[in-house]
């Protein structure tokens, strides 16, 4: 079942084409990676993927409906969220108070009721503090809870990122260089949560990525673009030794 | 709620009612004469302002120097509103009047907030400040227009239906109002969009439509104000809701600590009762004034709380812990 | 028609001046991202200036206009210097207030120093009235105009053929790029501020000039609007505060001559709104979009 789908989608900047008819069809639960060089454009790809660009060209499918007028939230809203490849969180906002940012959609009452602190705001607060200190744990992170997100050390602002990313339950997670800045170890850790929540909360991964190790060890299907076109598409054996790759990466 | 909510909302509460009191029996006494009366009644009404202000300035992190336009429109919708009511013969009470008449001045301006936010909002920073400006003078000219509520000569025979008793209550009731919506939902909402628009969208916040709620909500607020001032000064004027009067409430909101809401309370306090103090020098006033804004920006540009609160709560807590390390023998631990 | 040619002339006088002070918002702007709220106020002083020097020392007309321009450029750098350059790293807001409380200051200094009341300020160009046909232009418009033109033209050349003026465009573009060229960047920012107070004090002048009176808090609706033509224009640059300004000047003087005189200030102000809602790079500006 494809839960994502891009159709000869293609970004143009004036003269410049960074994204040139690019092609892609997630299944449900797939991990799937998108790699090749600096300014191939695939920051650009998850830009026009989640609305904050809008294609000069192609069609964008998100679980059945066509998202490629939509704004970023109402994606959120169908299903699909991403990180920053320069991580973008709320500074002077607590670790959990960024997460409930996500959460907002799930937390229900109206502005008067919060205003005047009915029972439904102190009721429909407890559940959501509740809930993303859920998703914190997952990170490892609780006792940074209350601590302001500028504050936290950059490994944990990474998991943060993610964490918050999880809290608006989406079906299609797009992870933009989410290894970027960590060390061996960090990556390692990151490589087994995020299959750890591929598999808890039943979503598609694609992510962005250059560190090989972990593309190579967790993506089960690899896009490789370069010059905004995808150059080659397949299982990490296959990309490992495709001439074509090796060129984009090493040159002639 | 848990312990430590309740014990400061009891510590706050306790606190209003004592400071009220206070106010109350300094007023009975005649100890506080009309004059001083009268600054304190203002000094409510700027900190009503300088915190409906903070909603778009702190809260969403605009630069908003239009304020005194729907501060001027709340106060006119008001005041035109009551004096037909008054008219009509009803034999309504004065607190009833009051009341209604803030609504009608913050419904009046909310919805004007809602028009002019939503294609201004669109605009960021220094574009933004200057288009709220133009909206404000447009207001302002519109009024020294507008024959019906008097033109430039002014609106005259407002009912003073404002005494300090009515305004303090109303102060409290809105800092509670405000308080409540920053640490909601939608206060935490809208400062994520000042945090990182682009970030707060990605999470799934509608960003334009909480952008015109915020102020939309301000101009409300701001048209609650100008309502409580109209029916003070008994006499509107276009000029007192000019460009000047925009910048001194941003001001204010800026020294306080933009987005400390506490931090408004005590920059209105004292930026409205000082320069009544010192109206001896009113010359050099302004002078003053200006030099401490430059010297704030320079050396202490967040404010006197920069973005946080201060808790009475906390506070207290401070000067008991500190009076129980002083009691133990030798300064020895605290339990 | 004559009417119209004549509260054209009407508009070019009034644009030229706000040209003029138009500039110093506009250079400051490009150089350092900050709208300089005291700029009227300059203005203010240069006219005070220029009224004490013909005034109180009885100086040539060209002496008036030089010592004007001169002692507003050093009060413009020492400004610059004292209030805004601590705060060259500071977001953008806090020298925006800075710029507030400048603006303050010296209104307020003015009313102290010269008291409120208005002064005259004399008439220092000679006064004759040409007719063309049914239309009048005194030679004080002619002056203003061709003063303005002047200044406008030697600014352009400046800006595009001196080692100086190139610097201010490569610090407006990238202020660190022009530090590792070797550029110092404090000097030029001096420099612009400098050559911005002269442009603004000889607006000043002329306005002066323009409308005999002189007063503390003249400088705040000139400068309100010589910015929205700046804004108008395309702020940051130079041929634009121009434009800006002579359109503005127009747009008020037509306004002020069909419609009414009332609601003139308004119709620029929602100029500036309809301007910066769908352009908001002004005329001359470019777009450009934030990276993500």
């Known amino acids: 079942m494809t839960v994502l789908s891009a159709k000869n989608i293609t970004m143009q900047f004036g003269g410049l084409t960074a994204v040139d008819q690019f092609n892609l069809e997630l299944s449900a639960n797939e991990l799937v990676g998108l790699i090749g060089p600096n300014g191939a454009g695939k920051t650009t790809i998850f830009n026009m993927l989640t609305g904050v660009y809008v294609p000069t060209m192609g069609e964008i499918v998100?679980?059945?409906?066509?998202?490629?007028?939509?704004?970023?939230?109402?994606?959120?809203?169908?299903?699909?969220?991403?990180?920053?490849?320069n991580i973008r969180l709320f500074k002077d906002l607590t670790a959990v108070e960024n997460v409930?940012?996500?959460?907002?959609?799930?937390?229900?009452?109206?502005?008067?009721?919060?205003?005047?602190?009915?029972?439904?705001?102190?009721?429909?607060?407890?559940?959501?503090?509740?809930?993303?200190?859920?998703?914190?744990?997952?990170?490892?992170?609780?006792?940074?809870?209350?601590?302001?997100?500028?504050?936290?050390?950059?490994?944990?602002?990474?998991?943060?990122?993610?964490?918050?990313?999880?809290?608006?339950?989406?079906?299609?997670?797009?992870?933009d260089e989410p290894a970027a800045g960590m060390n061996p170890n960090e990556t390692a850790e990151l490589m087994e949560t995020i299959h750890f929540i591929r598999n808890k909360f039943d979503i598609t991964v694609l992510l962005i990525e250059h560190d090989m190790k972990l593309v190579m060890g967790i993506c089960e299907r690899i896009i490789v673009v370069d010059y905004g076109k995808t150059i080659a598409e397949g299982t990490p054996d296959e990309i490992k030794n495709n001439p074509d790759v090796i060129r984009a990466y090493l040159g002639d | 709620m848990d312990?430590?909510?309740?014990?400061?909302?009891?510590?706050?509460?306790?606190?209003?009612?004592?400071?009220?009191?206070?106010?109350?029996?300094?007023?009975?006494?005649?100890?506080?004469?009309?004059?001083?009366?009268?600054?304190?009644?203002?000094?409510?009404?700027?900190?009503?302002?300088?915190?409906?202000?903070?909603?778009?300035?702190?809260?969403l992190g605009e630069m908003a120097l239009g304020h005194a336009g729907f501060m001027a429109i709340g106060a006119y919708a008001s005041a035109s509103f009551s004096m037909v009511l008054i008219d009509s013969g009803l034999p309504l009470p004065h607190l009833v009047i009051l009341i209604l008449a803030m609504t009608v001045g913050g419904i009046v301006a909310g919805i004007f907030g809602f028009l002019i936010g939503t294609p201004t909002l669109r605009l960021r920073g220094d574009y933004l400040g200057i288009v709220t400006i133009g909206f404000s003078e447009i207001i302002r000219i519109f009024f020294i227009n507008f024959g019906p509520t008097g033109g430039a000569a002014g609106l005259k025979g407002i009912t003073r239906l404002v005494n300090f008793h009515n305004v303090y209550w109303v102060t409290i009731v809105i800092t509670f109002?405000?308080?409540?919506?920053?640490?909601?939902?939608?206060?935490?909402?809208?400062?994520?969009?000042?945090?990182?628009?682009?970030?707060?969208?990605?999470?799934?916040?509608?960003?334009?439509?909480?952008?015109?709620?915020?102020?939309?909500?301000?101009?409300?607020?701001?048209?609650v104000g100008g309502a409580l001032y109209a029916h003070y000064q008994s006499f509107l004027e276009p000029s007192k809701f000019g460009f000047m009067f925009s910048i001194e409430m941003f001001v204010i909101v800026v020294l306080g600590g933009l987005g400390s809401l506490t931090g408004s309370i005590i920059s209105a306090i004292v930026l409205t009762v000082l320069p009544e103090m010192l109206r001896s020098f009113a010359e050099y006033r302004l002078l003053v004034y200006s030099l401490v804004l430059i010297i704030m920006m320079i050396f202490r540009p967040q404010g006197i709380f920069g973005r946080s609160e201060f808790s009475l709560t906390a506070f207290?807590?401070?000067?008991?812990?500190?009076?129980?390390?002083?009691?133990?023998?030798?300064?020895?631990?605290?339990? | 028609m004559n009417l119209f040619l004549q509260q054209l002339i009407n508009g070019l006088n009034v644009g030229s001046i706000y040209a003029l002070i138009a500039i110093g918002y506009t250079m400051?702007?490009?150089?350092?991202?900050?709208?300089?709220?005291?700029?009227?106020?300059?203005?203010?002083?240069?006219?005070?200036?220029?009224?004490?020097?013909?005034?109180?020392?009885?100086?040539?007309?060209?002496?008036?206009?030089?010592?004007?321009?001169?002692?507003?450029?050093?009060?413009?750098?020492?400004?610059?210097?004292?209030?805004?350059?601590?705060?060259?790293?500071?977001?953008?807001?806090?020298?925006?207030?800075?710029?507030?409380?400048?603006?303050?200051?010296?209104?307020?200094?003015?009313?102290?120093?010269f008291k409120p009341d208005p002064k005259v300020m004399p008439k220092i160009f000679p006064e004759t009235i040409y007719k063309l046909g049914e239309i009048e232009i005194s030679s004080t418009t002619l002056i203003t105009i061709g003063l303005s033109l002047f200044f406008m033209v030697l600014l352009d050349l400046y800006i595009r053929k001196t080692k100086q003026g190139?610097?201010?465009?490569?610090?407006?573009?990238?202020?660190?790029?022009?530090?590792?060229?070797?550029?110092n960047v404090n000097r030029t920012i001096s420099l612009t501020f400098a050559v911005g107070s002269a442009l603004g004090a000889l607006g000043g002048v002329l306005y002066s000039v323009a409308y005999i009176q002189v007063y503390p808090t003249m400088g705040v609706m000139p400068g309100l609007k010589a910015f929205i033509a700046a804004v108008l224009g395309g702020i940051g640059i130079i041929p634009g505060a121009m434009l800006g300004g002579f359109i503005i000047g127009m747009v008020e003087t037509m306004t002020k001559a069909y419609l009414s005189t009332t609601w003139a200030d308004a119709i620029v102000f929602a100029i500036l709104i309809i301007v910066l809602l769908f352009k908001p790079t002004g005329i001359l500006g470019k777009n450009t979009r934030e990276k993500v």
Not at chain 3, 33 to 55: D, P, Q, R, S, V
């Open chain 1, 100 to 175: 409930k940012i996500a959460y907002h959609n799930f937390i229900d009452y109206n502005m008067v009721q919060g205003m005047f602190r009915t029972k439904k705001f102190w009721d429909e607060e407890k559940k959501a503090q509740e809930e993303c200190m859920k998703l914190l744990d997952i990170f490892d992170m609780g006792e940074y809870a209350d601590t302001l997100a500028k504050n936290l050390p950059y490994g944990q602002q990474r998991k943060l990122e993610i964490a918050r990313a999880l809290a608006s339950d989406p079906k299609v997670l797009m992870l």
């Open chain 2, 177 to 223: 109002l405000i308080f409540t919506l920053g640490r909601s939902k939608h206060g935490r909402a809208i400062i994520s969009i000042r945090e990182d628009e682009i970030a707060s969208e990605a999470a799934g916040i509608p960003t334009t439509r909480y952008k015109v709620l915020a102020f939309s909500l301000a101009a409300f607020f701001a048209g």
């Open chain 3, 166 to 183: 190139r610097a201010m465009r490569a610090v407006s573009e990238d202020k660190d790029a022009a530090i590792l060229m070797g550029i």
């Open chain 1, 62 to 85: 998100l679980n059945d409906q066509s998202i490629i007028k939509k704004t970023p939230h109402e994606i959120v809203k169908l299903g699909a969220s991403r990180t920053f490849q």
């Open chain 2, 3 to 59: 312990h430590n909510k309740k014990k400061a909302y009891l510590v706050n509460t306790v606190a209003v009612v004592a400071l009220y009191l206070v106010f109350f029996l300094l007023i009975q006494t005649k100890t506080m004469n009309n004059y001083f009366v009268g600054i304190a009644i203002m000094t409510c009404i700027m900190i009503i302002m300088a915190m409906s202000l903070n909603i778009v300035a702190g809260f």
């Open chain 3, 28 to 113: 400051v702007y490009g150089i350092i991202k900050l709208i300089n709220f005291a700029h009227g106020e300059i203005m203010m002083f240069g006219a005070y200036f220029a009224f004490i020097a013909a005034t109180s020392f009885h100086l040539p007309v060209w002496a008036v206009l030089l010592s004007s321009m001169v002692i507003m450029a050093i009060i413009g750098v020492a400004i610059e210097f004292i209030a805004y350059r601590p705060l060259r790293n500071a977001p953008r807001l806090s020298a925006l207030i800075t710029a507030i409380g400048v603006s303050l200051f010296l209104q307020n200094l003015a009313l102290i120093i």
């Open chain 2, 316 to 335: 207290i807590e401070s000067l008991i812990q500190r009076k129980n390390v002083k009691n133990s023998i030798g300064g020895g631990e605290a339990s």
